[in-house]
């Protein structure tokens, strides 16, 4: 299957290649030794990148160059190969990243993950078969805004259900400007308004919980069955998560998806700029705001307060909003007490060099008047 999905992107230029991307690479070329091509990021795992070179597949070693240069190679990256006897093939450099879609890794210590890079599109998707979640669909068209990629937001299964026009409707009120379709694989509804947004080398990335019809999508996309499908647990329509990679697929009509695993926590990262275009009417009451560190809760002039009476900002949309910049706000004070705890523990270390070179002298100098 790797082989055929390879031979989907028969050269470069299918996979997005350009000549930006040309020039940076024989900029690399002329640095490296053991030079041994390009490509792009099909999967990531444990270490090891799954590069698609135009026509062909290679596997090739990530972890030196994530410790080298703190990047981690993702599904979606173009990089320059290199080889050598003794180590293999391996990832020697990572092109700056025209769009990714990012979230706070799970864990304690604040850092990114990328979950696609270089993608042109997002689609942000929630099954109708469930009942609409509007703060995990806010939170999602937050990081889907901040990458740099176009958002749309994609409710499958409407074979499901029989009135989906509400749905729609809600969708569009929440988030103004992205466009908002109603899907059915089954049915074959506005399957070909999505099967046009993939010409040439455009590239689109899927986002949603697991069991809302991700793959299923793909399958029906590429003409048939590149990703298994799992089952919905009907108590809680809970999916499976079946797909366990981020995967890059080209299809044989042209165009890339990118397919990713279910995501239930999808933390913010660098996203003011997500939460501005997912609130566009707050942040510009905000602007409109008398004083330019309004609260937004008694103070007179708040421009905020006068939309929320006025029932142009709802209760619960400048209640997420809140949430999410204190999320972002708590994520920024993490942030700068990690650097100070690694700043002080750099100065330990360095002190610490320092007394044992001391004592060395030290203990030097006492050995030779020992000697006399």
């Known amino acids: 299957m790797t082989d055929d999905l390879a031979a989907l992107a028969p050269s470069l230029e299918s996979l997005g290649w350009d000549d930006a991307l040309s020039s940076w690479a024989g900029e690399a070329e002329k640095s490296l030794d053991g030079f041994a091509g390009v490509g792009r990021i099909a999967r990531t795992s444990r270490g090891f990148c799954l590069v698609f070179t135009g026509g062909d597949a290679r596997l090739a070693a990530s972890s030196s160059i994530r410790s080298a240069t703190g990047v981690a190679p993702s599904t979606g990256d173009y990089v320059v190969l290199v080889e050598h006897p003794e180590d293999g093939l391996s990832i020697a450099g990572v092109a700056d990243r025209r769009t990714a879609l990012t979230r706070r890794a799970p864990g304690r210590v604040p850092e990114p993950q990328v979950l696609a890079a270089n ?7 929630h099954g109708l078969d469930r009942p609409l979640n509007l703060n995990r669909l806010e939170r999602q068209l937050v990081i889907a805004w ?3 990629a176009t958002p749309f937001v994609l409710l499958t299964k409407a074979d499901e259900v029989g009135h989906h026009e509400e749905a729609v409707e809600t969708i569009e009120r929440l988030a103004p400007g992205v466009e908002t379709l109603a899907i059915s694989i089954v049915s074959g509804k506005n399957v070909e308004r999505v099967r046009n947004r993939f010409t040439g080398s455009r590239t689109v990335t899927l986002l949603g919980l697991s069991g809302i019809g991700k793959s ?13 499908t799992g089952e919905v647990r009907a108590k809680d329509r809970r999916g499976r998560h079946v797909t366990v990679t981020r995967d890059l697929i080209p299809l044989p009509t042209g165009g890339i998806v990118v397919d990713t695993p279910g995501i239930r926590e999808v933390g913010l990262w660098d996203a003011r700029d997500g939460i501005a275009k997912t609130f566009p009417v707050i942040s510009q ?22 939309q929320l009476m006025d ?6 949309r400048l209640t997420h909003w809140r949430e999410l910049h204190a999320e972002l706000d708590l994520q920024e004070s993490q942030l700068e007490a990690f650097d100070r705890r690694s700043e002080s523990r750099s100065r330990a270390d360095a002190e610490g060099r320092r007394d044992g070179e001391r004592r060395r002298k030290a203990n030097k100098g006492k050995s030779k008047r020992k000697k006399r």
């Open 311 to 316: 029932g142009v900002i709802t209760e619960r």
């Open 285 to 306: 009451a905000v602007v409109e705001c008398r004083f330019s560190d309004c609260a937004h809760e008694a103070e007179p002039g708040c421009a905020v307060r006068e």
């Open 216 to 228: 299923t999508l793909v399958n029906e996309l590429s003409h048939g069955v590149v990703q298994r």
């Open 119 to 125: 993608v042109d599109d997002i689609f942000v998707m």
């Open 146 to 148: 901040a990458s740099g």
